[in-house]
């Protein structure tokens, strides 16, 4: 019985477990716990040269073949062209430590956290939760009582229960328990108690068996559906028992010598990345281990890193995997559009809903819709923005991802927003398009010899 915590994790991150009578309010938001500092980043000494632009190019470390591709394309062309060497500074940024944790015993792959299973109770039934014995047995008249819970792995469901409220004489009402997953709204297990029907006690919660049902590993989580007005809750929990046990107890046994291959290859990858850096010179590595939950991070400490190695006008931010038109951008910026202090320009998004489960999964914005933000591909800030986020950048509190982050830090200081739909927002090709996101290598060469070819590479298809 107390061995749930090897199947189950505590955050709120998987299906939802919403157990009531009469709700009368919803569940309270959830606290946002401070987020730790990061060591700050190393700069080098000296501003030799000013740049209208400094570019980031966030990358990922094993995304060798994008660099080389961007390096081969766009950057290489301004580097050679007369009116681009020597007012755009292009560096990416990578993580200086990658995730020593093997991908197949991460809590997801979006992270560095290990899956923490270890000693599974197989063959039996396990209770979810337990309750200390001085806990209340009855149920509040004004409160809501949810319990969230993330599957590390296959369990099969066998019963739903209560917390106590049951005497000698069985229940004095009737209660209804559900269980629901993550974000759905319809109910994946009910079970009713009743003052004739209370179920069979086990520890201080009574049970009642359901339809056995399997809940698979979930490695995207969710906040509770919200519960309909007028219900109180009650405290519960259910019983399961692990499914695919030998399965589980195989990998947990073939973790140490994954563990040990993994270490290996994180050596080589480090010598290669030194390599690549030492012979092209464009890379800034900063203090962050490099996973895609610490983005955020990531382009704190490289705004952290311009400040004090560079001296600069505005800075454009895009990914490893984004087109990006650095003449057009110039342009524009030469016949008069973004100037000025407190400056944003780029592609937002307005009234996005906040994600509870995936890739994108939030589990730090209370809110169910960020503030404005600006896509991913590409966009620009100026001078002060850059030094602003770099000063406070020990202060500010990281989320999901950095282009939602952005869109929070920004809401605090709200500089003069400038719309542009030329930051294309999705794959695909508009003429005159500044960046364009998520294409391969091979792709992104294919568009630059179009470019090349014709001038504008939407144009260049289209005839």
Known sequence: ???????????????????????????????????????????????????????????????????????????????????????????????????EVPLEDREDPYSCRLLNISDPVLNQEIEAFTFPEDAPAGSSEDRVVSVSFRVLHPIVITSLGVLGGAGAGGFQRNITVRLYQAEQEEALFVARFSPPSCGVQVSRLWYKPVEQFVLPEAGEGAWPPEPPEGVEGVAGGFIYTIQEGDALLQNLRSRPGRRAEHLRSLRAEDAALRGESGRHGDIVFVDVVDTYRNVPAKLLRFYQWTVGATSFDLL?????????????????????????PSVWWGNFRLNWAVDRTGKWQELEYPS?????????????????????????????????????????????????????????????????????PQYSPQELAHLWRLKERCGDPCQCEAG
């Open 316 to 340: 454009l931010k895009t990914d490893d995997d984004c087109y990006i038109d650095l003449e057009a951008v110039l342009r524009r910026l030469a016949g008069g559009s973004p100037r000025g």
């Open 368 to 436: 169910p819709a960020y503030p404005a933000f600006a896509c991913g591909s590409g966009y620009v800030v100026s001078r002060d923005i850059v030094h602003w986020l770099a000063g406070n950048a020990g202060r500010l509190k990281t989320y999901q991802g950095e282009d939602v982050s952005m869109g929070i830090w920004m809401a605090a200081i709200g500089p003069k927003r400038y719309q542009d739909s030329l930051w294309l927002c999705e794959k695909t090709c508009e003429p005159g398009m500044l960046s364009s």
């Open 1 to 99: 019985m107390r061995n749930w915590l090897v199947l189950l994790g505590p955050c709120v991150l998987g299906a939802a477990l919403h157990l009531w009578l009469r709700l009368r309010s919803p569940p309270p938001a959830r606290a946002s716990a401070a987020a730790p500092a990061d060591p700050p980043a190393s700069f080098p000494p000296g501003k030799d040269s000013h740049y209208d632009l400094v570019v980031g190019v966030l990358s990922a470390r094993h995304n060798h073949e994008l660099r080389d591709v961007i390096r081969s394309t766009w950057l290489r062309h301004s580097r050679q062209h007369p009116a681009l060497s020597q007012r755009v500074l292009v560096k990416f940024i990578i993580g200086a430590r990658g995730c």
